[in-house]
C-alpha cells in the first residue's frame, strides 16, 4: 500500500520558515514528485509550487521568492522550503505524486496534509 506521508508543518511567527517533507511509504517502484498545494479555510485548494513536465518548478505569485520546491526521486521524498512566511500562508498543505508501485500501474497520490499557522 503505497502512502505519502507529510511532515513539517506547525505554528511559526510571521517572518519565519518551516520545511515540509513528503515521503512515500511502501512498495514503489518509481517515484515522481509533482508538487505542493494548499488549501486555506473557506477556499479551493491551490497549487502553490510545482514541477513541470520538462523538471522546471512554477510557483504561486503569492509564494515567489518565498517558496522553493525541490525533490529526491531517489529517496521518494518531495520538499517545501517555505521563508519570509505571512499569515496569509496559513493553510493545510498537500503533496501530490505519482508513484508506481511494485506491481501496479502508476497512479497519483496525495498526502493526507499538514497544517501550517503563521501567527501575526
Known amino acids: 500500500q503505497v502512502q505519502l506521508v507529510e511532515s513539517g508543518g506547525g505554528l511559526v511567527q510571521a517572518g519565519g520558515s518551516l520545511r515540509l517533507s513528503c515521503a512515500a511509504s511502501?512498495?514503489?517502484?518509481?517515484?515522481?514528485?509533482r508538487g505542493w498545494y494548499r488549501e486555506a479555510p473557506g477556499k479551493q485548494r491551490e497549487a502553490v509550487a510545482t514541477?513541470?513536465?520538462?523538471?522546471?518548478?512554477n510557483y504561486a505569485d503569492s509564494v515567489k521568492g518565498r517558496f522553493t520546491i525541490s525533490r529526491d526521486n531517489a529517496k521518494n521524498t518531495v520538499y517545501l522550503l517555505m521563508n519570509s512566511l505571512k499569515p496569509e500562508d496559513t493553510a493545510v498543505y498537500y503533496c501530490?505524486?505519482?508513484?508506481?508501485?511494485?506491481?501496479?500501474?502508476?497512479?497519483?497520490?496525495w498526502g493526507q496534509g499538514t497544517q501550517v499557522t503563521v501567527s501575526s
Open positions: 511502501g512498495s514503489i517502484f518509481s517515484f515522481n514528485g
Open positions: 501530490n505524486a505519482l508513484v508506481s508501485g511494485v506491481g501496479d500501474r502508476l497512479r497519483s497520490y
Open positions: 514541477f513541470t513536465a520538462g523538471g522546471g518548478t
